[in-house]
């Protein structure tokens, strides 16, 4: 026995008793039932030998191992033993995520990390990952074909698990987050709103954005720029798109929206917490209170995003009551109409200001990032940037500014866009639970076989960056190469980046607008080129292409640009 450790006959009664309604609650099958016979004897055994502490903590060790081995086991069988990694952690679980990618921990980098070897591990386009220490199995694919059954069926053994659409229903339930019914009533609602008119202000307003940026920030009176990180501008870009075109919030570049208190703007506020998801949503509540920096910031971004999203609904309310609101369908009338009316296409509050937030979320952070993104690639490889430049006199002209009807035809600048895209997916993952025991096939892909039945509440996993680098679908996949689309259909089948089905992107082309006008805009003022700083190399400049920040969406970190005046580079 152990020198002051309280052994008792009252802590090992207590012990067992916990111990028994553990396994009680945990197991029910007859393996686990001789298990707990087993361990009841032993436990008897130990009672009437007296044990010592460390005998209890060893019962408890192989308790676990041994329910854990089960569990384990259970997660093989789910996944009809289809090849893959063995892990600690499923890579999105708790302790999954804080640990890095390495060769014992997936990580949340891992679909970066490994998208050129993780499958090629196991010499096939799916595989399982079953984690025996914490976490439920999975099945990743980086085929096409396969994620198409995935995705495509929304009620027939597919939907999207709770655990993944919480993070985007903090706010309340939303067409992003919602399934099955739910689902299909959001859609009716807000699908409408998605029209060319809507198209066609996003493109005027980005022409006219991009005026208030080089304003505001100063460019129109030099010739030469240096923008340490891209992003800071297309993700303002974005979040007042969003603001204008859905909500008609009336932004500008220079006046980002304040919460009413005036304390943080709204952009600040999205963008906190977005970032800070995980701990608003696994903390409890009251952790927030700790005076830790990370924690008051996301706490006070919460309660900042709160009261601007309130009080904008409060408004448009007030607006659609006078019926001052003008005569146009957009999302933010829509969405309030249906928080008004009752029956079946009706909103609940929390629904209207769930949608307000998936709006701002989804369409914000991912076009913004993705934007970025075609720029640096576009300094990377200046023959394409060249190449849209010929479009862009062609099309558009190099005076005036550009119609919405010129859109379909920049198919070069379109082409960049979607090409940067595949390269980085900002919405990396797609995933969806099965709702019952279901067979999906494997085209001539898993060892043996063309069908695998799985059992219900499997995870299955899109990994897009995987798929986008899928050697059989993608020649050179590490090369930045727009003119593989050129003349390809609008909805290739390998391009995921969307995603594909009922539940694809409601915003694609609300994103791909807004790009195109974007870049013709910007690119036809300016040349982009690296910009390599001192200490550094054109070689190191080059490795940052591979620096991606992996969280709730994908991007490119800080790549810094050198932007010359077009007209001062001819001089
Ligand atoms: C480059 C920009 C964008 C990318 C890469 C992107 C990507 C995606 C993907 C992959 C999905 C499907 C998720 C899944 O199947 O689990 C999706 C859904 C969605 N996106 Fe986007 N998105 C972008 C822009 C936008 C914009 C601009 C908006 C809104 C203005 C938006 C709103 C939504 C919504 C509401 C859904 C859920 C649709 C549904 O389930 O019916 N997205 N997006």
């Known amino acids: 026995m152990v020198d002051g450790f309280p052994c008792n006959s009252h802590l090992e009664r207590i012990f067992s008793s916990a111990l028994l309604l553990f396994i009680h609650l945990q197991f029910r099958s007859s393996i686990v039932?001789?298990?707990?016979?087993?361990?009841?004897l032993c436990l008897d055994v130990m009672h009437s030998f007296k044990p010592g502490p460390w005998t209890v903590i060893l019962a408890a060790l192989v308790l676990f191992f041994a329910w854990r081995m089960k569990k384990f086991s259970d997660g093989l069988r789910a996944v009809n033993f289809l090849p893959g990694k063995i892990v600690m952690f499923q890579p999105y679980a708790f302790p999954g995520q804080i640990f890095p990618t390495t060769w014992w921990n997936l990580g949340i980098d891992f679909v970066w990390k490994w998208r050129g070897c993780l499958y090629e591990e196991f010499d096939n386009d799916t595989i399982s990952i079953v984690p025996f220490l914490w976490g439920s199995p999975g099945i990743f694919t980086r085929n096409p074909e396969v994620a198409r059954q995935f995705v495509l069926g929304t009620n027939a053994g597919?939907?999207?698990?709770?655990?993944?659409?919480?993070?985007?229903?903090?706010?309340?339930?939303?067409?992003?987050?919602?399934?099955?019914?739910?689902?299909?009533?959001?859609?009716?609602?807000?699908?409408?709103?998605?029209?060319?008119?809507?198209y066609e202000l996003v493109w005027d307003q980005s022409c006219q954005l991009y005026h208030e940026m080089v304003v505001d920030e100063r460019w129109s009176s030099e010739n030469i720029i240096h923008v340490e990180d891209m992003q800071k501008q297309t993700l303002k870009l974005a979040l007042l798109i969003i603001g204008r075109c859905i909500f008609d919030f009336p932004l500008s570049w220079s006046e980002p929206p304040r919460s009413p208190d005036g304390i943080m703007s709204a952009h600040e506020a999205i963008h906190t917490v977005i970032n800070s998801t995980n701990i608003l949503l696994f903390l409890p509540k009251w952790m927030l209170h700790i005076p830790l920096?990370?924690?008051?910031?996301?706490?006070?971004?919460?309660e900042a995003l709160n009261q601007f999203l309130y009080s904008q609904?409060?408004?448009?309310?007030?607006?659609?009551?006078?019926?001052?609101?003008?005569?146009?369908?957009?999302?933010?009338?829509?969405?309030?109409?249906?928080?008004?009316?009752?029956?079946?296409?009706?909103?609940?509050?929390?629904?209207?200001?769930?949608?307000?937030?998936?709006?701002?979320?989804?369409?914000?952070?991912?076009?913004?990032?993705?934007?970025?993104?075609?720029?640096?690639?576009?300094?990377?490889?200046?023959?394409?940037?060249?190449?849209?430049?010929?479009?862009?006199k062609e099309v558009i002209g190099l005076d005036h500014n550009p119609e919405f009807g010129s859109f379909s035809k920049l198919k070069k600048a379109q082409a960049a866009f979607q090409e940067a895209l595949r390269m980085y997916p900002t919405a990396h993952l797609a995933v969806?639970?099965?709702?019952?025991?279901?067979?999906?096939?494997?085209?001539?892909?898993?060892?043996?076989?063309?069908?695998?039945?799985?059992?219900?509440?499997?995870?299955?996993?899109?990994?897009?960056p995987a798929l986008h680098y899928n050697p059989r679908y993608f020649s050179e996949p590490e090369k930045f190469n727009p003119s593989r689309w050129y003349g390809v259909s609008d909805q290739p089948e390998s391009f995921s980046a969307f995603n594909v089905?009922?539940?694809?992107?409601?915003?694609?082309?609300?994103?791909?607008?807004?790009?195109?006008?974007?870049?013709?805009?910007?690119?036809?003022?300016?040349?982009?080129?690296?910009?390599?700083?001192?200490?550094?190399?054109?070689?190191?400049?080059r490795r940052k292409l591979y620096d991606v920040k992996v969280m709730v969406t994908l991007s490119l970190d800080e790549v810094p640009l050198r932007l010359t005046r077009r007209d001062f580079v001819a001089s």
């Open 33 to 40: 039932l001789n298990t707990f016979t087993s361990i009841m």
């Open 158 to 198: 597919f939907k999207k698990p709770e655990s993944a659409s919480n993070v985007f229903a903090v706010w309340g339930q939303n067409l992003l987050s919602a399934n099955g019914d739910a689902w299909r009533k959001h859609r009716r609602i807000i699908g409408p709103a998605f029209s060319n008119e809507l």
């Open 293 to 302: 920096p990370a924690f008051s910031k996301a706490k006070q971004a919460s």
């Open 313 to 392: 609904a409060a408004q448009k309310k007030y607006e659609v009551h006078s019926n001052s609101s003008q005569s146009r369908s957009d999302l933010f009338t829509l969405l309030v109409e249906a928080n008004e009316s009752q029956g079946k296409l009706s909103l609940e509050d929390s629904e209207v200001i769930g949608n307000m937030f998936i709006m701002l979320h989804a369409g914000h952070e991912t076009t913004g990032q993705a934007i970025s993104s075609t720029l640096v690639m576009l300094a990377a490889y200046p023959e394409f940037q060249e190449e849209i430049m010929e479009e862009i």
């Open 432 to 464: 969806r639970i099965t709702t019952e025991d279901t067979i999906f096939s494997t085209p001539q892909e898993v060892h043996g076989s063309a069908s695998l039945l799985l059992e219900k509440d499997v995870q299955l996993t899109v990994d897009m």
């Open 501 to 541: 089905g009922p539940r694809s992107c409601i915003g694609r082309k609300f994103a791909t607008v807004e790009a195109v006008c974007f870049l013709c805009m910007l690119l036809r003022d300016w040349k982009i080129e690296p910009l390599v700083k001192k200490g550094m190399t054109e070689e190191s400049w």
